[in-house]
Structures are given as C-alpha cells and as structure tokens.
C-alpha cells in the first residue's frame, strides 16, 4: 500500500488514479483530530468528490483547508480489470477507450493500441516523459493532456486525423521547432518564439485556438499559402500587432481570434473566407477600415465594431 497527501488544488491527481483508491482518510490540518466533520467546515460553499470502501461516489462540503491521505493497493488493480470493469494496462489507467492517467516514469511512452482517446490532464505534469507514441486508434487529444509535461520533445503522430484540443500541449516549449513553432499534425498548436514578423509555416492548415494569445512581440502576421483556418482566440490581446496579411487560403476566421488586437488599424479580407464569427475582430480600438466580400456582409455586425468603415468588393 502506498499513501501519500496533497492539497485541495491538485484534485486533478486523484481524478486520475480513481481505479485505484479503495480507503479514503480525510483529514482537515486544522483541526485537532483526523476525523472530518462536514457541519464544522461548511463555510466554504464548494464541495469536494470522493469514492468510499465500496465506490460509490460521495460528496460533500469542501473545508477551506483541506489534505487527503489516499491510501491505494496496486496489486489488486495492476494488468487486468477492476470490479466497475475498468481496463488497466500496466502504468495507464483505461477506461471505455479512454486513456485517464498515466503514472509510470518512462521517458520513451507507447501509449497501448486500441485507446480512442487521450484523456483531460492524463499526462500532465509528467516530469519524466520525453517522447509519445500514439497509436492509429487515437482519435481524439483532450484538453490539457501533455499539460506542463517538460522535458517532451517528440511526439510520434499517426497519419489518421487526430482532433486535438486547446491547450492540449501546453507548456511544452521543447516540441517547438526552432523558430518557436509547435506543431501537431497540420495544426500550429502554441508559438514561443519573439519575433516582430511571423509567417506562419506552409505546413500548418490550423493555427489553434489561444496558439498566440497574449504575444506581446508580434508586430506583423503573414498567413501562409496552406492556412485554412484561424481558430477561436487564436491572437487574443497580442498588444503589439498593427497587420495582418491574409492568404487566400483562409475559409474561417474563428470567434475572438483577433480581440483585443488594439494597435491593428485595417484588414483585407480575402474572397476564400466563408465564415467570419462573433467577435472575431471586437476590442481592436484602432481598427478604422476592413475591405471584404459582399458575400460576407451578414457577418459584420457580430464580428466588428459599430465604427468601422467597411469597403465591400
């Protein structure tokens, strides 16, 4: 048996070895004893999930301080199934074709074939992991999953079509190629680079929802030749960008991808764009003059501001 104590904020570590707790302890550090009272510690308005001798979930107010003692046999739940008929394969805990956790040290990690999914925070802040390999059954990368994993440098892809969420890699700097570029797939994932010009790679179709949020250097942005889409707040408040240069690749341009872009003062849409959502270019209070399509007309109003000048073509 093997017990160990964590505080309130990382939940996200008892979420991921649920198969495996079987005697839960809860204890509050401030008080005198090591038995829980939920009516003493109610002022904290949440509460908090966990699973008694004979898993059912139980819930209950959460204390403003609260420690978890966990105690957990991995004997009885190691390389086979467990009663609730949860799949464990070694180091990673399966459940329903989806990968929960992984707990072991590897640094070169096969993730076991038949896994449709590699699951929310499942990896995360896994200080050991340096490579992944991911089958062809994958199809799906959940929020957070590779999450502040940082010494991973590759990730061996199928040649399937994965759908990977946002943040899905975050924190990951040693992926990035050496202009700061992160890529998956054809999906441009996170940038970390400095540059006051970036040209997006031909390599890339999807730049990725938040893959540039926040970027304080970027002066200038040349979508390249290949870049279909331009996902959801994928230059959130980059403080510093006065242009944008549209490929005529581009068909959607995602909601909030360009809010709060302040210095940006025109853009040229080009005839390829189908779709341009809410609030796409909101907040950009230097942005005077847009030229567009006629076609796309019936998108102006959720997507710009009142006060802007639009050129139709």
Same mark, same amino acid.
């Given at each position: 048996?093997?017990?160990?104590?964590?505080?309130?904020?990382?939940? =996200?570590?008892?979420?991921?070895?649920?198969?495996?707790?079987?005697?839960?302890?809860?204890?509050?550090?401030?008080?005198?004893?090591?038995?829980?009272?939920?009516?003493?510690?109610?002022?904290?308005?949440?509460?908090?999930?966990?699973?008694?001798?004979?898993?059912?979930?139980?819930?209950?107010?959460?204390?403003?301080?609260?420690?978890?003692?966990?105690?957990?046999?991995?004997?009885?739940?190691?390389? =086979?199934?467990?009663?609730?008929?949860?799949?464990?394969?070694?180091?990673?805990?399966?459940?329903?074709?989806? @990968? @929960?956790?992984?707990?072991?040290?590897?640094?070169?990690?096969?993730?076991?074939?038949?896994?449709?999914?590699?699951?929310?925070?499942?990896?995360?802040?896994?200080?050991?992991?340096? &490579?992944?390999?991911?089958?062809?059954?994958?199809? &799906?990368?959940?929020?957070?999953?590779?999450?502040?994993?940082?010494?991973?440098?590759?990730?061996?892809?199928?040649?399937?079509?994965?759908?990977?969420?946002?943040?899905?890699?975050? =924190?990951?700097?040693?992926?990035?190629?050496?202009?700061?570029?992160?890529?998956?797939?054809?999906?441009?994932?996170?940038?970390?680079?400095?540059?006051?010009?970036?040209?997006?790679?031909?390599?890339?179709?999807?730049?990725?929802?938040?893959?540039?949020?926040?970027?304080?250097?970027?002066?200038?942005?040349?979508?390249?030749?290949?870049?279909?889409?331009?996902?959801?707040?994928?230059?959130?408040?980059?403080?510093?960008?006065?242009?944008?240069?549209?490929?005529?690749?581009?068909?959607?341009? =995602?909601?909030?991808?360009?809010?709060?872009?302040?210095?940006?003062?025109?853009?040229?849409?080009?005839?390829?764009?189908?779709?341009?959502?809410?609030?796409?270019?909101?907040?950009?209070?230097?942005?005077?003059?847009?030229? @567009?399509?006629?076609?796309?007309?019936?998108?102006?109003?959720?997507?710009?501001?009142?006060?802007?000048?639009?050129?139709?073509?």
């Amino acid at each position: 048996k093997e017990a160990f104590e964590f505080g309130q904020n990382n939940w =996200g570590i008892l979420q991921r070895q649920k198969p495996l707790l079987f005697g839960v302890e809860f204890m509050c550090n401030s008080a005198d004893t090591d038995d829980y009272d939920p009516d003493e510690y109610d002022e904290c308005g949440g509460f908090y999930e966990h699973y008694d001798i004979d898993g059912n979930e139980v819930k209950d107010e959460c204390p403003k301080e609260l420690y978890i003692k966990v105690e957990s046999d991995y004997d009885d739940y190691y390389d =086979g199934e467990s009663e609730d008929g949860e799949r464990i394969k070694g180091d990673f805990n399966v459940e329903d074709g989806c @990968l @929960l956790g992984y707990w072991g040290k590897d640094k070169n990690v096969i993730i076991p074939d038949g896994i449709e999914v590699i699951g929310y925070r499942s990896f995360e802040e896994n200080k050991n992991v340096e &490579e992944v390999t991911i089958p062809d059954s994958v199809k &799906e990368i959940e929020s957070y999953a590779f999450n502040g994993c940082t010494k991973l440098r590759k990730v061996n892809m199928p040649d399937s079509q994965i759908e990977i969420a946002d943040d899905a890699f975050s =924190g990951c700097k040693l992926m990035a190629n050496e202009d700061g570029f992160l890529i998956v797939n054809d999906t441009l994932v996170n940038y970390y680079g400095n540059k006051e010009c970036v040209e997006i790679p031909d390599n890339v179709k999807t730049i990725g929802g938040y893959s540039f949020k926040n970027n304080s250097s970027i002066k200038k942005v040349i979508i390249g030749n290949h870049v279909e889409i331009i996902d959801y707040n994928a230059f959130e408040n980059c403080s510093s960008l006065e242009s944008i240069e549209l490929s005529n690749s581009v068909k959607e341009i =995602g909601s909030s991808a360009f809010i709060r872009c302040s210095p940006l003062e025109s853009v040229a849409i080009p005839e390829s764009v189908k779709k341009i959502d809410g609030w796409a270019f909101h907040e950009c209070s230097s942005l005077k003059k847009v030229s @567009l399509p006629k076609k796309l007309k019936k998108y102006v109003k959720k997507a710009f501001e009142e006060e802007v000048e639009f050129i139709y073509y």
